[in-house]
């Protein structure tokens, strides 16, 4: 392994994240537009369908950990679950009943969430300082994400299948290329692996100090209100009429890169507590502008509650990630780490698919043959939500001072 990464190589990784990422981000953002008025699912039926990602977050470790790190090179697995994943993707794209919609997209899911840590793994092998070589490299996963959003925004296809039809097309190519990327054996082959391992269940010894438990606690409770974003922020911008909505969504990520590069500065000033406070703020005041914004002379609280998402994502997730390392002893970090995002990503997130369904259902009315929403109601049940445990976190979070204890 070389301390630098040839070119090709480096080029090789960094079209692997970009591609990654632009599926993801093709299809994900606008969803909830199309199945809401293209479709006309209702708030529930669509809320239901984008709970499929937290269930593949549920049930990725299992793939990873009992299979690929066993059996399979990971960049096999990889191009092999992304082709399929196209072949169920074009499926979705076909499907028009919401039962249907969330077995299928469910399937696809499952075959996408695994390739999520695949692509760490393939990248991780090939970097003797993955601390220094892997932001430059996952940064263009990012870009993925914003190329996607700018396209589908210029395309005006946001209520249609055609996104889905996008990232079918993506994933097929990166089905394709992941064969020609660097070998990375299975990395467990010949040891056993047990359901414990898989779910970082190792970690819940860390929940016996008080702090980390809050820390857990906040962290999947904070997911609640955060799917109401995920799920609802493109059909709403469309509804209340702003033009290209996807493709100046992309502003969020161009301003979670600004933040990341800025993180150092605030965390030697802030510490871990307040950065996670200031983040958990970061949404709630985002919903709060989505609440009382408008598309005409007040649009300028969208474009805020847009590029907020720089301090609601790298301020809280990124805080997070960093604390957990802090806190768990070196022989448990891996396991604290999956533990920590099957809590976010795959329960909280879960949970929030279940609760802004009929929260959005509640506040719809049938307009000729439309149907609307009162999206100021909508978006002040999360930020109360979000008000509500910060406040929680805030008194009984003491920001992880004590030193973090050997492992037994």
């Known amino acids: 392994m070389s301390p630098t990464l040839s070119p090709t190589v480096r080029g090789k ?24 008025q293209g479709l006309h699912f209702t708030g529930t039926e669509t809320a239901i369908a984008y709970s499929t990602m937290p269930w593949g977050a549920i049930v990725a470790p299992f793939v990873i950990g009992m299979i690929a790190d066993r059996f399979f090179a990971a960049e096999k697995l990889l191009g092999v679950l992304h082709l399929v994943g196209a072949a169920l993707l074009y499926w979705v794209s076909t499907v028009t009943t919401p039962g249907a919609f969330f077995w299928v997209l469910l399937l696809y899911a499952l075959c996408y969430n695994p390739t ?3 692509v760490n793994a393939i990248a991780f092998n090939q970097m003797a300082s993955p601390e220094k070589q892997f932001p430059a490299v996952r940064l263009f996963g990012t870009i993925g994400w914003i190329v996607a959003g700018l396209i589908v925004g210029w395309l005006k296809v946001e209520a249609t299948a055609t996104p889905i039809l996008i990232a079918t097309g993506a994933s097929v190519a990166f089905g394709l290329f992941a064969f020609v990327l660097p070998h990375t054996p299975p990395k467990s082959l010949g040891h056993k692996v047990t359901v414990r391992d898989v779910l970082g269940l190792d970690a819940l010894s860390l929940m016996k100090d008080r702090s980390f438990a809050i820390f857990v606690l906040g962290s999947l409770l904070i997911c609640i ?10 059909p709403f911008l469309n509804e209340r009429g702003m033009e290209n ?7 969020g990520q161009m301003s979670e890169v600004l933040f990341m590069l800025v993180m150092p500065f605030f965390f030697r000033r802030l510490g871990v507590k307040w950065m996670l406070i200031a983040g ?34 790298d301020f809280f997730f990124v805080t997070g990630q960093i604390y957990v390392d802090k806190t768990a ?60 445990i910060i406040l929680l976190f805030a008194f009984f979070f003491d920001g992880g001072k004590r030193e973090p204890k050997a492992a037994a």
């Open 13 to 36: 990784l960094s079209a692997m994240m970009f591609l990654q990422f632009f599926v993801w981000g093709a299809y994900f953002v606008t969803m909830g537009t199309y199945l809401l």
């Open 225 to 234: 209100p955060l799917a109401f974003y995920y799920n609802f922020t493109n």
């Open 245 to 251: 909505a996807a493709a100046k969504q992309s502003l």
């Open 329 to 388: 002893p070196k022989s448990i970090q891996a396991s604290a780490q999956g533990f920590i995002t099957l809590v976010t990503y795959g329960v909280g997130m879960l949970i929030g698919s279940w609760v802004s369904g009929p929260v959005v259902d509640r506040y719809a009315r049938q307009a000729g043959e439309a149907v609307v929403h009162d999206w100021t109601a909508i978006w002040l049940w999360p930020a109360s939500m979000a008000f509500v």
């Open 280 to 313: 958990m703020a970061a949404w709630a005041t985002r919903y709060l502008l989505f609440a009382f914004g408008n598309a005409s002379e007040l649009v300028f609280m969208y474009y805020l509650g847009i590029l907020l998402h720089g301090i609601c994502y």
């Open 116 to 118: 999520l840590a695949l």
